[in-house]
């Protein structure tokens, strides 16, 4: 069974565009994991179960967004989202840091779409805070418990 019984039924289809939703999805540069509106997404997130034998982005629906990301770190650690875009030169701003980390390591965003969340200057920049990042996680309990935290 065809899913139009006829060409001028199918041209109809064709002429009438697509969805909001649809639109929007092919319009973003880093696509979700789940095509649907904010109702479905919700829904979906909750039902869904995440397995550690997926790849990253699959094990990471929970981070659709740098904000996400964002304000994931920011509740865990207690701080202001205002302070994640901070930073002087010669000092660590560890939410940040974290975050930077987590919005490339572990939720797969390209650097240059984390750079101006953060108010990072450079790709190189934001590729030294993860190498930073991941030295002290190696040697940080403390971190290491808030990263299983924010990816179980």
Known sequence: MAA????PSFEQFVAEGNEETLEAFYAST???PILGDE???AWALT???RSRGHSRAERTPQFPSVEAVIAAVS???SESPDAFCTSRRGSSNLPRDLAVYVATRIAGFPHAVVKPHFGIGSESAVTK???RTARRLRNTPYLQHILHSLVP
Do not use: Y
């Open 4 to 7: 139009f019984p006829d060409l």
């Open 30 to 32: 880093r696509w979700r």
């Open 39 to 41: 109702a479905f997404t």
């Open 47 to 49: 039902a869904a179960t």
């Open 75 to 77: 509740a865990q650690m």
């Open 129 to 131: 805070i993860c190498e």
